[in-house]
């Protein structure tokens, strides 16, 4: 058993990656300041602590309790706030990853988790599937920050011998999530459809995303909680991408969801919306070779999604 810490484990993501540990038998605090979170989604059993990643508390509280493993969900994770307003997205994701970072150096734990994303680091890339090696370019002050993560964890490592791994998500779909994540255009379409409305698609349709289910994300993280890591003499070294490397259209995607509900919706198209990527899809080559592989097909994930959203709404 060990003692894991989940930071944003009230969140979409990080509530099923405490599910998962509980279900191994590991301890789980839990730490979000339920900014986005939801209560609901912290598991009956896992302690749980409503406070912000910025506050001296969690530091605090890191010391004391000495988790084997943190895992870092914690995020401002808002493209267009980031925009707006860069200083708060770098308040949290900078200055609120410092305070767990340095709090995990002064106990010294086994493994830190940080959570990165592959949409937005490599910007518009070159080559797709796009490996760990691309050119990061992010082209958001959240894709900034994102990578900065990953450089201070990579500095943690070279100079304090702190264990870590980043994990670089592409869009992750599944139950719980919400319509403002990466993948927020499944939950966007899906509750269009419970309504019996129009789907609206922004542009051509023919933009593509790697999607990801929330399952095959999960099975990444308790993977590399515990692999054997290789030797990290570059920041991508200790990067892993987590993806597909499928991409789908948006106007798969709308087909996909409308299939999953049994529906029959039209499909309506508006103008493209200024600074969306294009395409994107990760190679995911180096995490398969530790021996994790994406297992979930989409019209499988697609149907558990909508079903969720539609138990969620009361709607059968
Ligand atoms: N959803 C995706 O497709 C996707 C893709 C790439 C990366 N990511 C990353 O995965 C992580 C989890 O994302 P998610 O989709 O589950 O989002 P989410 O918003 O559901 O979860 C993030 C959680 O962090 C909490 N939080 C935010 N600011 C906080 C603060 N200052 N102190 C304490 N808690 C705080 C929120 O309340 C929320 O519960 C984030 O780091 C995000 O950047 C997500």
Redo the contacts with the bound molecule.
Sequence with gaps: MARILI????????SHIADAHLARGDQVLI???????RAENVPAGAEFME????DQAVADLVVDWRPDLISH?????DVRLSVSDPRFDAS?NID?LLNVLEAARRVGIERFIY?????VVYGEPEVRPTPETAAKLPESPYGVT?LAGEQYLYYYHRVHGLDYAALR?????GPR??P????GVVAIFSNRLLANSPVTIFGDGKQTRDYVYIGDVVAANLHVASADLPAARSLDDRAFNVGTGVETSVNELAEGLIRASGRTVSVEYAEARAGELRHSSLDTTRLQSLGWTPAVKMDEGLTETYRWIAREANIE
Excluded at 31 to 37: A, K, P, Q, T
């Design positions: 930071t944003g484990g009230a969140g979409f993501i990080g730490v979000d300041d339920l900014s986005h979170g406070l912000d990643i910025r969900h914690a995020a401002q994770m949290v609120g959570v990165s994303s592959g949409g994102k998500y592409s869009n992750v779909y999530q919400d403002h994540g990466e993948a």
